[in-house]
């Protein structure tokens, strides 16, 4: 999906208490592969890392527009990995390993 494709949240139009909300509920409803975009009026920092918090190696971030009067992201969302040991016969003890 390219970034003309993407929906955007301007988020100096919501809320403050919102805005991380709405990007959460977007994200998380957000297939691999798709993205959306954010546009605010400061670097959006503090949300990049709740998002890489909240979902380990699924977040792409990247910045279009950098300020100083407007900052625009572009936040795609990757496949989830799966670890070896999370699929083995001993994830949670099971073969007492």
Not at 10 to 34: C, N, S, W, Y
Not at 78 to 87: C, H, I, M, P, W
């Amino acid at each position: 999906m390219t970034p003309t494709q993407s929906p955007v949240i301007d988020v100096r139009t919501l809320e403050p208490r919102e805005r991380h909300v709405q990007i959460f509920g977007k994200f998380d409803a957000m297939r691999a592969g798709e993205a959306l975009q954010i546009v605010n009026d400061h670097d959006p920092v503090p949300l990049r890392h709740q998002l890489e918090s909240r979902a380990p190696g699924q977040v792409q971030w990247a910045y279009l527009e950098s300020g100083p009067a407007q900052w625009r992201v572009l936040i795609s969302k990757l496949e989830a990995k799966v670890t070896e040991e999370a699929g083995s016969c001993c994830s949670g003890g099971a073969c007492g390993g």
